[in-house]
């Protein structure tokens, strides 16, 4: 007498791994723009804040030394002592890659990047 057997393959169609391989574009697809614009984001607002630490430590700065409204200043030299340093002992920077400058007292600090990023590194 003849056994049958069932044989059974196992493993994926080229159908169903081009379906998972679809959805996971689909997905990347929405998900790596809206991440871009997060970071950009974060880095936007973690510029602002630092934006605003130097404009107090300029307004500390001018008080403590008797210095007037327009008073030139020299970044970073005078304000180091009133700003809380980062973990590398420095003033911190744009996480963007861009420079801060503070000229006068009453001024407002800028970064270089300002208005050539979306969203904006100016103070509001």
Same mark, same amino acid.
């Given at each position: 007498m003849k056994q049958t057997k069932n044989i059974r393959n196992a493993g994926f169609t080229l159908v169903e791994i081009m379906i998972v391989v679809a959805i996971?574009? %689909?997905l990347a697809a929405i998900a790596i =723009? !809206?991440?871009?614009?997060?970071r950009a984001t974060s880095q936007a607002?973690?510029?602002?804040? !630092? %934006?605003?630490q130097i404009d107090a430590a300029a307004n500390q700065f001018a008080l403590e030394t008797k210095k007037k409204t327009g008073d030139a200043i020299t970044y970073p030299t005078d304000l180091t002592p009133y700003i809380k340093?980062?973990?590398?002992?420095?003033i =911190?920077?744009? =996480?963007?890659?861009?420079?801060?400058?503070?000229?006068?007292?009453?001024?407002? $600090?800028?970064?270089?990047l300002a208005s050539t990023?979306? $969203?904006?590194?100016? %103070? =509001?």
């Open positions: 996971i574009g %689909l =723009p !809206n991440f871009v614009k997060a607002n973690a510029c602002i804040n !630092n %934006l605003r340093m980062d973990s590398g002992g420095n =911190p920077a744009c =996480p963007a890659g861009g420079t801060y400058s503070d000229a006068s007292v009453g001024s407002q $600090p800028a970064c270089s990023v979306t $969203p904006s590194h100016i %103070l =509001p």
